[in-house]
């Protein structure tokens, strides 16, 4: 399964503050430390922000596409049985939706 670019962004910074947390060595804090941690903690805020934008993409599409399809069931007297044809044409469509 290939990992989305934020969710590789966000798993590479995981790594980098575990990293940075086991080699971390008492009375050594630098300026070069201080800033990698500051870093680290933007790109862990950013990543989360990003993944936040997309779930929230996401649950827009399934409310429109929901809205879209009962919209059309009430006023085209359509029966519920729609939602598998639909599913199923979408699917031929765009494979592995």
Known sequence: MKLPDVAKKSLENLLLNILAILFYKPGTMNK??????????????????????????????????????????ASEKWGIKIVEQIADDLQKQLPGL
């Open 32 to 73: 070069q430390y201080i800033r990698l941690i500051a870093d680290l903690k933007q790109n862990i805020v950013q990543s989360r922000c990003a993944a936040a934008r997309l779930a929230n993409k996401e649950q827009l599409l399934y409310f429109k596409t929901g809205k879209m399809i009962s919209q059309k069931i």
